[in-house]
T-cell receptor, first 112, second 117 residues
Framework: GDSVTQMEGPVTLSEEAFLTINCTYT??????LFWYVQYPGEGLQLLLKATKADDKGSNKGFEATYRKETTSFHLEKGSVQVSDSAVYFC???????????FGSGTRLQVQP | DAGITQSPRHKVTETGTPVTLRCHQTENHRYMYWYRQDPGHGLRLIHY???????DKGEVSDGYSVSRSKTEDFLLTLESATSSQTSVYFC????????????????FGDGTRLSIL
């Protein structure tokens, strides 16, 4: 079945550092890929998405490119802020069920 | 924010008791989902609904049942709770059922923290 693998956390960075969170997937066909963010005590919010190979999703300074050849969708941000501290989930869409398969999540802690 | 209300927000109960969690939406979206969130596993799909009285199983459906008698409510029931069902439960809704083709992403509620002793 479909699966998503994310790098283990927590990731601890200083403010203005460069962020990369790795995500790889296994799926049949051509899934759509997503990054969700979860702030403490809240539900998940869609951060960005990409629906086909070589698409780049971007939002709030975050970017991720759909790489079919490496089955990856790594999340990047050039300069993180304390307010970016959260848990980030990579996910793919199972079009058969129209539901999401999530990675295990990566906690990001940004220090002032 | 999307109009999704989960109740209760917190619950502590004992092994063997029945538990029902409620998800209520005011968006009139067709698709509704129940996920559980556990450390090291991310979110995993329990059940989902694609219309009134239309439901299907997800990857971790054992020990859970659902019902949807009207568009706005999706109930998750643990018939006889076990300690392995201690988790945070999230409801989600979607207008079209596919995030790819819709400008409306899958919206999540704030979760229910369930502890089974």
């Amino acid at each position: 079945g479909d699966s998503v693998t994310q790098m283990e956390g927590p990731v601890t960075l200083s403010e203005e550092a460069f962020l990369t969170i790795n995500c790889t997937y296994t799926a049949t066909g051509y899934p759509s890929l997503f990054w969700y963010v979860q702030y403490p005590g809240e539900g998940l919010q869609l951060l960005l998405k990409a629906t086909k190979a070589d698409d780049k999703g971007s939002n709030k300074g975050f970017e991720a490119t759909y790489r079919k050849e490496t089955t990856s969708f790594h999340l990047e941000k050039g300069s993180v802020q304390v307010s970016d501290s959260a848990v980030y989930f990579c996910a793919l869409e199972d079009t058969g069920r129209r539901a999401l398969t999530f990675g295990s999540g990566t906690r990001l802690q940004v220090q002032p | 924010d999307a109009g999704i209300t989960q109740s209760p927000r917190h619950k502590v109960t004992e092994t063997g008791t029945p538990v029902t969690l409620r998800c209520h939406q005011t968006e009139n979206h067709r698709y509704m989902y129940w996920y559980r969130q556990d450390p090291g596993h991310g979110l995993r799909l329990i059940h989902y609904s694609y219309g009134v009285k239309d439901t299907d199983k997800g990857e971790v459906s054992d020990g859970y049942s659902v019902s949807r008698s009207k568009t706005e409510d999706f109930l998750l029931t643990l018939e006889s709770a076990t300690s392995s069902q201690t988790s945070v439960y999230f409801c989600a809704i979607s207008e079209s059922g596919t995030v790819r083709d819709s400008n409306q992403p899958q919206h999540f509620g704030d979760g229910t923290r369930l502890s089974i002793l």
